[in-house]
C-alpha cells in the first residue's frame, strides 16, 4: 500500500465522521417535544453555554454558567387560600345505641357537628418556566387548593397565574403566565442521569430570593410513598441528590452541570422538615410527558400496563410465604382480564425486565418508564418465564381500559382514591327515598369505601352534617377535608340513618402496585 492510498482512507475516514456527527445531530435536532420548546434553537439566557464559557472537559468545577441559564427561568410561587367554614363531627358516645347521645352529652359532646372558621392561609413555593410564552411546572402540593396564584420573577416582577392542570398522582401541575420571550429552562433527558454527576437545585428556600445549592445523584428510582396518599395509582421513581434543599424549593429546578433541566425538586428526608442530607426530584422525562399532557388535554393521559406487583422493598420471607422464587425484575403478582399485559399474553409469575429495552429491576423504574408513553402506544415487554427470556409486544391502555383520549374530570383522582361506582340519586328516587337528594354507593369497589362497614345501595346524604345531593357536591366537600369525615345516609327500604366514618388518608400498607 502506497502513501496516497493511506492519505486516502483517512481522507475518507475524516470525511465520514463529519458527516456521521452531522447526520445525528440533524436527527437529534428534529425530534419531537412534549415542552413546546423551539428544537434546534437556545434562549439568551444560555448565551455563557453558546459562547463557550460552560464546564468543558477537565477544568475546575465551575457552575456559575448553569446557574446563570437556568436562575432566570425559575419563578417564585405564593398561594393564598380563602377562609372558609367547615363543619366538623364531634365524638359519639359508645353507649349511645343503648342510652342515647344525651344521656352522655357532656362526657362525650353529644354526638353531631360543630361549624368552625379555617383562616386565611398563605403559602409559597418554586415554579420553573418551560416556555417562553409563560408555561410553569410546579408540584401539585405547592398550588392545591389555592384560590389565588401569584409568581414573581428574579427580576422582581409579579404575575397572576392560571391553573392549567394538575396531577396528584405525580405530583405536578402546570400553571400559565402572560407574557412574551419569558427566559425558560431547555429540557434534559433523566434517562442519561448518571450516579455521582454533579447537579444544581435552584428555588426559593424559607420565601428567600432565588437560591442555588449543589451537590451528586446518590441514587435513581426512590419511591417514598408520599404520592398514595392522593392516588391508588401513584408514579413514584425519584431521583435522590444531596444538594441542599428546604420548605420553599418545592416545585423548583434540579439541573445538570449544563444548565438543563433534569428534574422537579418534590421533597426531603428529614425528621424537622429542614434539609437533612437527601432531597427528591421528579425525573424530567416524566415531567415533560405530563406537562405535555396538561397543556394540550387538560388532563394526564395515563398509560397502564395491567398488572399487579410485588412491592419493592418485599423481605424473602413474604416471597417464601407466598411460593414465589425470587429472580431479577418485577414480578407480576396478577394480570387482570381485559387489560393491556392480558392481551399480550403476560401471565402472573413472570418477571418484567425491560421495557422497550430500558431495563427495570424494580416497581418505580418500571412505572417511570411506562409514564413516559400514552394509552395506544405499542411498548416492547422483555420478561422471564421459568427462567427462560421472552418478549411480547404490548398496546398500553388508560384506566378505562382502552386507548380513548381521557378528558379533563378534575376529580379523577379522589373518585379513583374512594373506589366504588357512585350516582347522583335521581328527583324521582329521592321522593321515593323521602330524602331530599343524594349519591348512591351501586358499588363498593376496592377503595377508601371498602375500608368502612357500608354496604352496597347505601345512599350518602351528608358529610360532617353539610347535605349532600349530587356526586359533584360530594367530591367537593371531601376534596376540601382532611383526615376522617363521617358519611351519613339511608339504605332504601330500611328505616333509620346511619353513619360510617371514612379515613380519607390512611396510612399506606406495604402491599405492592398496580400499573
Known amino acids: 500500500m502506497n502513501w496516497k492510498s493511506v492519505f486516502a482512507i483517512a481522507g475518507v475516514s475524516v470525511v465520514t465522521s463529519v458527516l456521521s456527527v452531522w447526520g445525528l445531530g440533524k436527527i437529534y435536532s428534529s425530534s419531537n417535544s412534549n415542552g413546546y420548546q423551539e428544537t434546534g434553537k437556545m434562549p439568551a439566557n444560555y448565551a455563557s453555554f453558546v459562547e463557550g464559557n460552560g464546564v468543558q472537559g477537565n477544568t475546575p468545577v465551575d457552575f456559575s454558567a448553569a446557574a446563570g441559564a437556568a436562575t432566570p427561568a425559575v419563578v417564585h410561587i405564593k398561594t393564598k387560600i380563602n377562609a372558609r367554614q367547615v363543619t366538623t363531627q364531634r365524638q359519639r358516645s359508645p353507649f349511645a345505641d343503648l342510652f342515647g347521645d344525651d344521656f352522655f352529652g357532656d362526657m362525650f359532646g353529644g354526638g353531631g357537628s360543630r361549624s368552625m372558621t379555617i383562616p386565611e392561609q398563605r403559602a409559597s413555593g418554586s415554579g420553573v418556566i418551560i416556555t417562553k410564552d409563560g408555561y410553569i411546572v410546579t408540584n401539585n402540593h405547592v398550588i392545591e387548593n389555592a384560590d389565588e396564584i401569584n409568581v414573581t420573577m428574579p427580576n422582581k416582577k409579579s404575575y397572576k397565574a392560571e391553573l392549567i392542570g394538575a396531577d396528584p398522582s405525580s405530583d405536578l401541575a402546570v400553571l400559565k403566565i402572560t407574557g412574551e420571550n419569558l427566559p425558560y429552562i431547555v429540557w434534559g433527558n433523566s434517562d442519561d442521569v448518571k450516579l455521582g454527576q454533579w447537579v444544581l437545585a435552584i428555588g426559593y428556600p424559607w420565601s428567600l430570593d432565588v437560591t442555588v445549592t449543589a451537590g451528586i445523584v446518590s441514587a435513581k428510582a426512590r ?69 405535555g399532557d396538561l397543556i394540550k388535554y387538560g388532563a394526564v393521559q395515563r398509560a397502564y400496563l395491567g398488572i399487579t406487583y410485588m412491592p419493592d422493598d418485599a423481605p424473602e420471607e413474604e416471597f417464601r410465604k407466598a411460593g414465589i422464587t425470587q429472580g431479577e425484575g418485577v414480578y407480576v403478582r396478577e394480570v387482570p382480564e381485559g387489560g393491556a399485559a392480558a392481551a399480550a399474553g403476560i401471565k402472573p409469575g413472570d418477571y418484567i425486565t425491560a421495557i422497550n429495552g430500558v431495563k427495570v429491576t424494580s416497581g ?152
Do not use: C, H, W
Not at 398514595?228 to 408514579?235: E, Y
Not at 413514584?236 to 416545585?251: R, Y
Not at 418505580?364 to 409514564?371: D, F, H, K
Open 223 to 291: 419511591s417514598l410513598g408520599l404520592n398514595s396518599r392522593k392516588s391508588n395509582t401513584p408514579i413514584e421513581s425519584f431521583i435522590q441528590t444531596d444538594a441542599a434543599v428546604n420548605q420553599g424549593n418545592s416545585g423548583g429546578a434540579l439541573v445538570d452541570a449544563e444548565g438543563k433541566l433534569i428534574g422537579i425538586n418534590s421533597a426531603i428526608a428529614s425528621q424537622t422538615g429542614s434539609y437533612a442530607g437527601y432531597s427528591y426530584a421528579i425525573p424530567v422525562n416524566i415531567v415533560r410527558k405530563i406537562t
Open 364 to 515: 418505580s423504574e418500571m412505572v417511570e418508564q411506562v409514564a413516559n408513553y400514552k394509552p395506544g402506544d405499542k411498548v416492547t415487554i422483555s420478561f422471564k418465564r421459568d427462567g427462560a427470556a421472552k418478549s411480547t409486544t404490548v398496546t398500553l391502555k388508560n384506566r378505562a381500559g382502552n386507548t380513548d383520549v381521557v378528558k379533563n374530570d378534575a376529580n379523577a383522582d379522589l373518585k379513583e382514591k374512594l373506589g366504588g361506582q357512585l350516582e347522583t340519586v335521581s328527583k324521582k328516587d329521592a321522593e321515593k327515598f323521602g330524602i331530599a337528594g343524594g349519591v348512591k354507593v351501586k358499588e363498593l369497589g376496592e377503595g377508601l369505601l371498602s375500608n368502612t362497614r357500608m354496604q352496597k345501595d347505601f345512599v350518602i346524604t351528608s358529610v360532617n352534617s353539610q347535605p349532600v345531593k349530587s356526586v359533584e357536591e360530594l367530591m367537593k366537600l371531601l376534596g376540601s377535608a382532611r383526615g376522617t369525615v363521617r358519611l351519613e345516609g339511608v339504605y332504601p327500604g330500611f328505616e333509620g340513618v346511619y353513619g360510617y366514618p371514612l379515613n380519607l388518608n390512611p396510612q399506606q400498607e406495604n402491599g405492592g402496585g398496580r400499573q
